[in-house]
C-alpha cells in the first residue's frame, strides 16, 4: 500500500513539473505532434507588458486573419480561467516555457525599437 502512495505522490509531482500550456483551445504539452513552437514576443512600452503568439503548426501567418483562425487561437490562456496570461517581460515567457517542460532552442530579436522576437522551443523528452 505504501508503494502504491509513493507512486501516486510521483505521478502528480511530474504532472506539476510539465503543466499546461494552453494555446486557444489547445494543450501543446499533451499533443504527441507538437514538438516545436514558435514564440513570438511583440513588446509593448506603453502598456508595459508583452503580447504572446504561439504558432505550434495551425496557421501559416500571424497576419494571415483570411485563412479563418481567430488571433485568440494564438494566445497562452490561464487553464483554470480561459484569459489570456499576461507576461511583464521577454524573459518572463522564456521561464514559462521553461518551468513548462520546452527546451530553449533558438531566437532572434526583429530591427525595430520595441525589440520584439521569435523564440524557439522543442518539448522536452520526458523520462
Excluded at 31 to 50: H, L, M, P, Q
Excluded at 73 to 82: F, G, R, S, V, W
Amino acid at each position: 500500500m505504501k508503494s502504491f502512495i509513493l507512486l501516486a505522490i510521483l505521478f502528480c509531482l511530474s504532472t506539476l513539473c510539465f503543466g499546461q500550456i494552453l494555446v486557444g483551445d489547445v494543450d501543446i504539452n499533451q499533443v504527441d505532434s507538437i514538438k516545436i513552437a514558435e514564440v513570438y514576443v511583440n513588446r509593448r512600452a506603453v502598456k508595459n507588458v508583452v503580447h504572446v503568439y504561439v504558432d505550434f503548426g495551425q496557421r501559416d501567418n500571424l497576419n494571415a486573419k483570411s485563412v479563418g483562425n481567430r488571433i485568440d487561437d494564438l494566445l497562452i490562456l490561464d487553464p483554470e480561467t480561459k484569459r489570456k496570461m499576461v507576461f511583464k517581460s521577454t524573459g518572463s515567457v522564456l521561464n514559462f516555457f521553461e518551468r513548462k517542460g520546452w527546451e530553449y532552442i533558438n531566437g532572434f530579436a526583429e530591427n525595430t525599437p520595441d525589440g520584439s522576437g521569435y523564440y524557439y522551443f522543442r518539448k522536452r523528452l520526458s523520462k
